[in-house]
């Protein structure tokens, strides 16, 4: 518990002290020269009532629950190889039944239409 209080507390002082830096070495006030934009010497437009599609979401949120999904096989890899000889019929089963569930979800958002991109 000792050493996470000491890098907590190294963390935090390490934060301020580039905070306390920058603010007293940097700029004061900066002119309205640098405050100006510089990329295509446009002032950058930007629409306030741009949609985006429902489906950019649905795609995204898919994207991220299969990805946390898999990432629970990498634990998985490093117990079955350390258990193989106790348990290792079982935690295979296991496996192929999580691999089961993922791709029938796959399949059934597939037949649903939600990875269509149109």
């Given amino acids: 518990?000792?050493?996470?209080?000491?890098?907590?507390?190294?963390?935090?002082l390490f934060g301020g002290g580039l905070i306390f830096l920058v603010s007293f070495l940097g700029p004061s006030k900066p002119s309205a020269?640098?405050?100006?934009?510089?990329?295509?010497?446009?002032?950058?437009?930007?629409?306030?009532?741009t949609k985006v599609s429902v489906k950019y979401y649905?795609?995204?949120?898919?994207?991220?629950?299969?990805?946390?999904?898999?990432?629970?096989?990498?634990?998985?890899?490093?117990?079955?190889?350390?258990?193989?000889?106790?348990?290792?019929t079982f935690l295979f089963i296991e496996m192929m039944f999580f691999m089961a569930i993922l791709i029938f979800g796959l399949f059934y958002i597939w037949k649903a239409g939600a990875l269509d991109w149109e």
């Fill in 33 to 49: 020269e640098k405050s100006m934009p510089y990329e295509c010497g446009l002032v950058g437009v930007e629409k306030r009532d």
């Fill in 58 to 88: 649905l795609v995204a949120i898919l994207f991220i629950l299969f990805d946390i999904e898999v990432i629970f096989m990498y634990p998985w890899a490093i117990i079955y190889k350390s258990n193989l000889a106790e348990a290792g």
């Fill in 1 to 12: 518990m000792l050493p996470v209080l000491i890098l907590g507390a190294l963390v935090i």
